[in-house]
């Protein structure tokens, strides 16, 4: 069995394949490709006999592969995201967008690549701000995003009702998520939310959150992903089809805040396209944030 040390953090681990081949998938190399790279540095080490390996030596094995397979863009990333991971510089990373534009699937995605453990949803933030606060209390928030506008009474004459009604859950869950984002810089984990109701000028960020509005092109795409999601979800199709014109106008409203905040807009046409927009821009976007804080990134 070989050991990886690391001497710093006084860690010593059996080498793990699937780690490895875990950490090179994060650039965007195909698992494949990445499981038999790993393959061949195992192959390496076992022909040597190595018995211990500090993960400095790991790291320069694989960046070398990469290069060896011509995956000069994937070895710059891998350097990046490990140089990323020393730095103990936490991150939280929100996707917004309306409902069944792919957020969570995203989400996922993104935790896998990144190694991210901590991926939250604002519609769980929601469903325990509605066990805790009754429909009498806050009834704007006892519905989907998309019909809280038919729970309020009263509604000013000069408003847009269904950007009210949505406007006022996001205001409520808000709060909720507030909470989640400060617990996560307390902690220093890294962390990914992504809901609907994460919407720019609401959500409180800072130089450690990284926020993206998610898109699809038209009612056409967003139709196919709520009957794709049907497949293996409870929710039914035909409840956000039915609404999906409210939910494409809440669309632009999202929009709209995007482009007001600076928020980058990626219309999710295809994951691995929407995963790579999202972690080049994340490369572009942290060298920038550390070096105000004086931090130069040493790749
Ligand atoms: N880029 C994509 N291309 C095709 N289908 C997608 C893409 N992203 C997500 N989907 C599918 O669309 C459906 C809705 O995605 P989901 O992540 O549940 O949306 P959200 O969390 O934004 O409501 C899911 O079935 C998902 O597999
Ligand atoms: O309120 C809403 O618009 C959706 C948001 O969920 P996502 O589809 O964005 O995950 O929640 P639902 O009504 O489906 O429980």
Not at 2 to 9: F, G, Q, W, Y
Not at 50 to 75: C, F, P, Q
Not at 113 to 132: A, F, H, N, P, S
């Amino acid at each position: 069995m070989i050991i990886v040390v690391d001497p710093e953090k006084k860690t010593k681990i059996p080498f793990s394949r699937g780690i490895l081949t875990r950490s090179i998938t994060s650039t965007g190399v195909d698992v494949g490709i990445a499981y038999s790279i790993a393959a061949e540095i195992v192959k390496e080490l076992e022909r040597k006999k190595v018995k211990v390996i500090t993960k400095d030596e790991i790291r320069k094995m694989a960046y070398k592969k990469l290069l060896d397979h011509g995956l000069k863009d994937a070895a710059r990333k891998y350097l990046f995201w490990h140089e990323l991971r020393r730095l103990k510089y936490p991150m939280i990373i929100l996707l917004g967008g309306a409902t069944g534009v792919g957020k969570s699937t995203l989400a996922t995605e993104l935790a896998f690549r990144l190694g991210i453990r901590t991926v939250i949803g604002t519609d769980t933030v929601r469903e325990v701000m509605r066990k805790i606060i009754s429909k009498e209390l806050l009834p704007a928030i006892h519905t989907s995003s998309f019909l809280a506008w038919r729970e309020l009474r009263n509604l000013p004459k000069d408003v847009d009702p269904l950007i009210y009604g949505f406007e006022s859950q996001v205001r409520y869950v808000t709060v909720g998520i507030n909470a989640v984002v400060e617990r996560s810089y307390k902690e220093g984990f890294n962390t990914i939310i992504e809901g609907i109701h994460l919407v720019p000028g609401y959500v409180s960020l800072n130089d450690r959150s990284f926020m993206y509005l998610i898109t699809v092109k038209n009612s056409e795409a967003l139709e196919a992903r709520f009957y794709e999601r049907a497949r293996y979800s409870l929710r039914p199709a035909e409840y956000y089809v039915k609404n999906i014109d409210n939910i494409m106008h809440i669309q632009e409203y999202l929009i709209e805040k995007a482009k007001e905040y600076g928020i980058p807009i990626i219309e999710n046409i295809e994951l691995e396209q929407s995963i790579n927009s999202i972690m080049n821009n994340l490369m572009e976007e942290i060298p920038k944030r550390l070096k105000e804080r004086g931090i130069e990134l040493s790749i």
